[in-house]
């Protein structure tokens, strides 16, 4: 168990629909990264965030978004949702506090998102 | 491409056998990371080598960095079936931001 909480692990949903995925960090970790991971591709990193600020960003969709509150726990919502959007979301966390950015990413389950 | 690479893209050895995997990647790094996924699960942290290091073990795993090649190689001795999954290189770049950034993977295949 990574300590990284995703919910829910599956999604089924119809397109144009809007989902919120959900991912609690390992307990004292300060960052959270969301990842997409398509059928059989590698994980495309999609933003980051730091102690509830954006802190790094990368092919993420405009209909894409995401928030980190302040305890901690971030959500990613996906709206106008396409048939290519299904896929698996990982959600990471790193920096315990007080050790810096140097250190190791915890990985949650996934969500696993399928779009009809 | 920043990210890394791994090479090769799939592997199939006989139980008992050596795995060795590679990861090359084109900017300076803070550290690299490698990570096992089993098919459609989450991914495992496995060893993360900082960039001021060269060589780190973890049970059967040795990963060894060489920053002048920009390159990692990650051995798993002894392979068990159990080492069947697909294995990720991960880097954060130095002196950016703290992108954590996945190459595409190796598949590995453990025959019996």
């Known amino acids: 168990d990574s300590g990284v909480t995703q919910t829910p692990k599956h999604l089924i949903t119809a397109t144009g629909q809007r989902v919120t995925l959900r991912c609690s960090p390992r307990?004292?970790?300060?960052?959270v990264y969301w990842y997409q991971q398509s059928l059989d591709q590698g994980l495309q990193f999609l933003i980051q965030y730091y102690n509830g600020e954006e802190r790094a960003k990368g092919n993420i969709l405009e209909r894409f978004s995401a928030q980190q509150f302040p305890d901690l726990h971030s959500e990613l919502n996906l709206s106008s949702l396409e048939l290519g959007d299904s896929a698996l979301y990982f959600c990471?966390?790193?920096?315990?506090?007080?050790?810096?950015?140097?250190?190791?990413?915890?990985f949650g389950q996934g969500t696993r998102l399928t779009v009809v | 491409s920043q990210q890394g690479e791994e090479d090769p893209q799939a592997l199939s050895i006989q139980e008992g056998e050596n795995a060795t995997m590679n990861c090359s990647y084109k900017t300076s790094i803070n550290n690299l990371q490698w990570y096992r996924q089993n098919s459609g699960r989450g991914l495992v942290h496995l060893i993360l080598i900082r960039s001021n290091e060269r060589e780190k073990h973890s049970g059967r795993l040795r990963v060894t960095l060489d920053t002048s090649k920009k390159s990692s190689s990650l051995l798993i001795t002894a392979s068990r079936a159990a080492d069947t999954a697909s294995y990720f290189c991960?880097?954060?770049?130095?002196?950016?931001?703290?992108?954590?950034?996945f190459g595409k993977g190796t598949r590995l295949h453990i025959l019996p």
């Open positions: 990471a966390s790193s920096a315990p506090r007080g050790q810096g950015a140097n250190t190791e990413a915890f």
């Open positions: 307990s004292g970790d300060l960052s």
């Open positions: 991960a880097i954060r770049r130095m002196n950016r931001d703290d992108k954590i950034i």
